[in-house]
């Protein structure tokens, strides 16, 4: 069976409800807490466009968790005959599109304008499997 919450959700939810807010450390769980809930969500939210492509549910894996090494979780996996596809979702606020002249994601909001530098922020080709 496979949950419907990260099991580090679950232990983020749990201490926020039970500890007292004048405990040390509350404030810091508790925003860790919000953040795995947006991140939760956003993942979440993915379900609703990938109906909209006609792509049968059941050939995508959600939250699936793998070991090489070190565990790691992969938020979505499409699985088709002709394509394959991760999925690793934010929940970035603002425009969001790619520069071309810094070969960068870049993230505007009202306020101000950042550039996503992370590597998951690059897109590649592969080889067919």
């Not at 059941?58 to 793998?66: A, G």
């Not at 425009?95 to 306020?111: C, P």
């Not at 304008?113 to 690059?122: D, F, G, I, P, Q």
Request: proline share 5%; aromatic share 10%.
């Amino acid at each position: 069976m496979i949950p419907e919450s990260s099991i580090i959700w679950q232990q983020y939810q749990a201490l926020s409800e039970l500890l007292p807010p004048d405990q040390p450390g509350y404030f810091q769980i508790a925003e860790q807490f919000r953040r795995h809930d947006i991140g939760q969500a956003s993942e979440d939210s993915l379900a609703f466009y990938l109906q909209q492509t006609h792509i049968p549910l059941d050939l995508c894996i959600k939250r699936l968790r793998l070991e090489h090494h070190v565990p790691f979780q992969l938020d979505w996996l499409i699985l088709t005959e002709a394509f394959r596809v991760i999925f690793e979702v934010k929940g970035h606020t603002g425009e969001i599109y790619f520069d071309a002249k810094s070969h960068q994601l870049v993230r505007e909001s009202e306020t101000k304008r950042k550039y996503l530098t992370t590597r998951s922020c690059r897109l590649t080709a592969s080889m067919p499997i």
